[in-house]
Structure formats: C-alpha cells, structure tokens
C-alpha cells in the first residue's frame, strides 16, 4: 500500500494498482486501474514490489490519493472497499473510518486555525540549549 497527495478534497480518492509478475490479471480482474503516470514507489512498499520483480513472484501494490499531513480515513476506506476488497473477496467494514473522518476534518480545522493565530513563529526554527 502506499499513497498519492490528492489533489481534490471533493471527489472520491482514486485508488490504483501496480503489479509485478502476473499481478496485472489479478487488477484487471478486481477492475483497479494503473496509475495514469508514471512514478516512483519507494520505502518498504517499492522494496517488497522489487524483490517480487526480481525473484519472478506475482504481486500487487495499491496506491491510494491520499492527505500526507494528515491521517486520511476517507482514503483508508477507499483502498480498503476498493481495493483490498475486490483483490481478496473479503468485505472489510468501513463504518468506524466513516465515522472518524469528520472527527479528524474538524482537529484538522482546529489546527490550521491555531496555527495561523501563532503565525510566522509556529514554522520558524530555534536553537536549544542543552538543558530547558
């Protein structure tokens, strides 16, 4: 799994898959789509994907738009009933990360605002001392 900075907060999160091996029948078959350009998947995702690569075994990586500052429910579900889902046949309930987003939207409103009422101090480094 990994993920995509999305750039629309009002549609849906698009959820994509990579393959390695025989991994592109198993999207086609579960109707998930390529990335329409071309990147790089790097961290513990890109390194299992290689050695699937390398030793010749079939696999498959999601990747999901996605807020990267944030935790991102609405993107947790999409890759989940979207994804996850359809590659496995197993229903995996969303309910709860439903329920969590407009929780994290709203500490997400209540930091941006404290942010901005700090200003150009909250973003600004500061050398410490060795004993505070």
Do not use: N
């Amino acid at each position: 799994l990994s993920g995509l900075p999305a750039e629309k907060d009002d549609e849906p999160p698009a959820v994509h898959g990579v393959s390695a091996g025989d991994g592109d029948a198993l999207l086609a078959d579960a109707g998930i789509d390529e990335p329409a350009a071309s990147g790089l998947i790097s961290g513990p995702t890109g390194a299992l994907l290689l050695d699937a690569v390398e030793r010749e075994r079939t696999a498959v990586g999601l990747v999901v738009e996605s807020d990267p500052s944030f935790p991102d429910p609405e993107a947790a579900r999409a890759v989940l009933s979207r994804g996850v889902g359809p590659l496995t046949g197993v229903d995996v309930p969303t309910d709860d990360l439903v329920e969590r987003a407009e929780e994290i939207r709203a500490a997400r409103e209540r930091l941006a605002k404290r942010m901005e009422a700090e200003g150009a101090d909250a973003t600004s480094a500061r050398p410490l001392r060795m004993y505070q």
